[in-house]
Antibody, heavy 118, light 111 residues
Framework: QITLKESGPTLVKPTQTLTLTCTFS??????????VAWIRQPPGKALEWLAL???????HYSPSLQSRLTITKDTSKNQVVLTMTNMDPEDTATYYC??????????WGQGTLVTVSS | QSALTQPASVSGSPGQSITISCTGT?????????VSWYQQHPRKAPNLLIY???ERPLGVSDRFSGSKSGNTASLTISGLQAEDEADYYC???????????FGGGTKLTVL
């Protein structure tokens, strides 16, 4: 059974750096074809794809946010970490991590709401 | 503005069929058979309904079906049920640069 769970701060101040951790079980990030993606959803708005890291450490980022994002993995801990710099109130959203096989996002975490406010 | 265009809302009565469109470009939907669809109930995480344009994961009802023509993908829900009332999102692979793009979402109301 594949499960993922996001953790991190619920409140950050503008200009601060956000660090979110995705802890997963039921799969290994050393398995060929497997990846973990991050997606966010501002309150009442649409989903937005952010970043993806594959089993072989291949990384992909949203072009519009690439300069602010870093995704890393710790295979031994079954964790993926996303950092986003220079946070702005417009970055207020529920952040999801999700299991990716090939090009498909199939299993999602429950999401974590991050509010950016001073 | 989302990269893929979906109607903001659709509605139908129980038992009817509805179709939600997802229009992209020749750089995403039109170039790859890698469109997926997700259902999201309020305050819940999205749930995969369709991948690879028309493939259903195990456990997903065959009332949900997907198709694609040119730059537009479609999700059809047949035999509408009250529990189908939710938001629906499409997503497409968009090449190694952009990688993935979502639609703006469609709110389905079951009358």
């Amino acid at each position: 059974q594949i499960t993922l769970k996001e953790s991190g701060p619920t409140l950050v101040k503008p200009t601060q750096t956000l660090t979110l951790t995705c802890t997963f079980s039921g799969f290994s990030l050393s398995t060929s074809g497997v990846g973990v993606a991050w997606i966010r959803q501002p309150p009442g708005k649409a989903l937005e794809w952010l970043a993806l890291i594959y089993w072989d450490d291949d990384k992909h980022y949203s072009p519009s946010l690439q300069s602010r994002l870093t995704i890393t993995k710790d295979t031994s801990k079954n964790q993926v970490v996303l950092t986003m710099t220079n946070m702005d109130p417009e970055d207020t959203a529920t952040y999801y991590c999700a299991h990716n096989f090939g090009y498909n996002i199939d299993y999602w975490g429950q999401g974590t709401l991050v509010t950016v406010s001073s | 503005q989302s990269a893929l265009t979906q109607p903001a809302s659709v509605s139908g009565s129980p038992g009817q069929s509805i179709t939600i469109s997802c229009t992209g470009t020749s750089s995403d939907v039109g170039s790859y058979n890698l469109v997926s669809w997700y259902q999201q109930h309020p305050r819940k995480a999205p749930n995969l309904l369709i991948y690879g344009v028309r493939e259903r994961p195990l456990g997903v009802s065959d009332r949900f079906s997907g198709s694609k023509s040119g730059n537009t993908a479609s999700l059809t829900i047949s035999g509408l049920q009250a529990e189908d009332e939710a938001d629906y999102y499409c997503c497409s692979y968009a090449g190694s640069g952009t990688f993935a793009v979502f639609g703006g979402g469609t709110k389905l109301t079951v009358l």
